[in-house]
C-alpha cells in the first residue's frame, strides 16, 4: 500500500512539473491571434481516445476576443453528414497567452496555454489540468491545413518533451469543413 501510494505521489509531481515550466508565448498579442486556425495536430494519450485516432481530421475554429480580454472560441468538426460546431469560453489570466476555461464534458476548470505561435503560420497550444495527466493535450494549429516540416518536428518535439508517447501525437489530415445548417452547436 505504501509503495502504491509513493509511485502515485511520484507521477503526480512528474507531472506537474513536466507543465510547470511551460510558459505563454513572450509577449502574446491577442489582436493578432484572432481569426481562423485549423487544427492540424493533436497529441492526447487518454485510453478512452484510443479508438477515435484514425477517425479525426483537421478541424477549423475560429478565435474571437472580447472587449474584456476573454476570448471564444467555435470549433467546426467536420462529419459524414455536414458539421457539428462547439463553442468554447476562455477566461484570461493576469498572465498574457494563458486562459482558463470550464469543461463542461469533464467538470472541471482547465488552462489553455498558448506556449508558442508566429501569428501568421502556426499556433502550440497546451491544454491541461494540474496533477490529471489524462487531460493534457498539445495541439497544433496552423492558419492553413499544411504546415512546413519544421513546423510540425517542432510540434512533435514539444508533445515528446511534455511525456507524450511517439504513438499519442498525431498529425490531422486535411478535411473538408461545412458551416451549414447542419451545424450543432454545444458549449464545451
Known amino acids: 500500500m505504501r509503495t502504491a501510494v509513493v509511485a502515485v505521489v511520484m ?5 506537474s512539473m513536466a507543465h510547470s515550466d511551460v510558459r505563454p508565448q513572450r509577449d502574446f498579442n491577442l489582436q493578432r491571434f484572432v481569426g481562423r486556425w485549423f487544427r492540424v495536430g493533436l497529441a492526447y494519450d487518454s485510453a478512452s481516445f484510443v479508438p477515435y485516432r484514425d477517425k479525426l481530421r483537421a478541424s477549423l475554429g475560429v478565435v474571437t476576443a472580447q472587449a474584456n480580454g476573454n476570448v471564444n472560441l467555435t470549433m467546426w468538426d467536420a462529419m459524414p453528414a455536414g458539421c457539428r460546431s462547439k463553442m468554447y469560453y476562455y477566461e484570461k489570466t493576469n498572465i498574457p497567452g494563458q486562459f482558463t476555461y470550464f469543461s463542461t464534458r469533464h467538470n472541471m476548470v482547465k488552462d489553455i496555454t498558448v506556449v508558442e505561435t508566429n501569428y501568421s503560420e502556426y499556433a502550440l497550444v497546451l491544454k491541461h489540468k494540474v496533477f490529471h495527466r489524462e487531460y493534457t493535450q498539445v495541439a497544433l494549429y496552423g ?20 511525456g507524450f508517447p511517439r504513438e499519442a501525437i498525431l498529425t490531422l489530415p486535411s478535411a473538408a469543413i461545412f458551416r451549414g445548417k447542419n451545424c450543432k452547436i454545444q458549449r464545451k
Do not use: P
Open 143 to 162: 492558419r492553413t491545413q499544411r504546415l512546413r516540416v519544421e513546423v510540425i518536428q517542432k510540434f512533435k518535439a514539444f508533445a515528446l518533451s511534455q
Open 11 to 15: 507521477v503526480m509531481l512528474c507531472t
